[in-house]
């Protein structure tokens, strides 16, 4: 396994992160006063819009926080969340007649979008197998793994391998199977494949299936094989189902956040021809990112094309990917500007993307070093997964 650093400070630092702003504040804010679930938007100032819909991708990364923090503090309040979390998805987002997870719901549990966006199930599987790992509660395993199969009967692609983007509630292709406005619509994503292989990964550590380790085997190397382009280095981010890229775009966040996630899945297969790959294509990707995609400060830019970087805000989630990304290159190499650059993202995020009033990080810093207080601190996207998954990680690899 990658060897951890020795460097005490951080570790107490991201500690205090996770206990002392991230932590808290979900379970203070997010938390409904009136109902089982949560609020689905808040601003940075923490007014709640009481009707805001609740987004599975939200919930599903609530449900993994909590119970990866439970799992690591043993704090009470921490499993209490990670049960709200799962009672709430169990009983709303669940589809009974048709297996899967919905992908919004409102408030009070109405579904309001019933598609099943296969990044959604995939979360699912992930959070799941997390509160399993946190409870040993079989009937988590148990949905983690009809999730599972659910994704393999229906989006695997029999003939080209990879995974499909969207379903409807039948489980037939819709024609537009976008997930958001700014993703474009075609039939195969890196963003899918990479949180595929992030779910699988963590499922993988609590059912030793064999059919399950030679879907990750094969996701892996789909991976390396079609979705980094070999020249560069960089995640390719749309395709058709035969692998043609439709898209030239960079994504500096989730270059950094996949060449971690691919060692890490790696080296749970124990696969060590697979490993030393992962390994490899990680110290690339680490190296192009931190070669094009830093500001002076240490602070990842948001997006660019083959040309330019046409995105220089700061969103939250490529800072906290960055700090694991680099630590873990450094890790892989013990090349000194590795190090130097974990250590510059951090201390932004400590100086900037830091909420030390209110709690939380802010979700975007623009590009003229302004909060974009028009972005909300909770919403369907802005979940406590990327940051806490960041502290949860720096712990372990320092001592």
């Known amino acids: 396994m990658t060897q951890s650093v020795t460097d005490n400070v951080y570790k107490k630092k991201a500690k205090r992160v996770l206990q002392e702003n991230i932590l808290p504040f979900w379970v203070s ?53 990670a049960e709200r979390a ?37 979360f699912g599987i992930y959070a799941y197998t997390e509160y399993y790992h946190a409870t ?34 039948e489980w037939k292709i819709p024609q537009d199977v976008r997930m958001s406005d700014v993703a474009i619509n075609e039939k195969k994503s890196m963003n899918n494949h990479l949180h595929i292989m992030e779910a699988y990964t963590n499922l993988l550590q609590g059912w030793k299936d064999e059919r399950l380790q030679e879907k990750l085997k094969e996701l892996i190397k789909v991976t390396l094989d079609h979705i980094i382009d070999p020249d560069t280095a960089h995640f390719q981010m749309f395709f058709d189902e035969k692998w043609a890229v439709k898209a030239d775009h960079i994504s500096y966040g989730h270059d950094i956040e996949g060449s971690w996630l691919l060692v890490e899945a790696a080296e749970v297969l124990e696969d060590q021809i697979l490993i030393e790959k992962t390994k490899q294509m990680a110290i690339r990707m680490a190296q192009v ?63 900037e993307m830091i909420d030390w009033e209110h709690g939380e990080w802010f979700n975007k810093i623009e590009s003229n070093g302004e ?23 720096i712990m372990k690899r320092f001592h």
């Not at 589809?95 to 990044?119: A, C, M």
């Not at 997006?303 to 490529?318: C, G, H, L, R, V």
């Not at 974009?372 to 502290?391: E, F, I, L, Q, T």
Request: hydrophobic share 35%.
């Open 29 to 81: 804010h997010v938390a409904h006063e009136n109902n089982e679930g949560f609020y689905g938007h808040i601003t940075n100032d923490l007014i709640k819009d009481e009707k805001a819909p609740l987004s599975l991708v939200l919930c599903t990364r609530i449900l993994w926080t909590y119970s990866m923090a439970y799992r690591i503090f043993q704090e009470p309040s921490y499993l209490q969340m």
């Open 86 to 122: 799962y009672n709430y998805i169990n009983r709303y987002f669940w589809d009974g007649e048709f297996g899967g997870l919905y992908w919004h719901v409102s408030p009070t549990g109405e579904v309001l979008n019933d598609r099943k966006q296969i990044y959604g199930q995939a």
């Open 136 to 169: 040993q509660q079989n009937e988590s395993l148990q949905k983690a793994i009809q999730l599972f199969e659910l994704i393999e009967e229906y989006s695997y692609d029999k003939t080209y391998k990879g995974y499909l983007e969207a379903f409807t509630r």
């Open 289 to 351: 990112t931190y070669d094009e995609g830093r500001d002076r400060d240490g602070s990842l830019f948001y997006e660019a094309n083959s040309k330019e970087i046409f995105n220089k805000d700061k969103d939250w989630w490529p800072q906290a990917e960055a700090a694991v990304g680099f630590l873990n290159a450094y890790q892989l190499t013990k090349k000194p500007h590795f190090l130097q650059a974990f250590k510059e993202v951090w201390n932004f995020i400590e100086k």
């Open 371 to 393: 909060i974009a207080n028009d972005m909300p601190k909770v919403g369907p996207w802005k979940c406590p997964y990327h940051n806490s998954r960041a502290c949860f990680e």
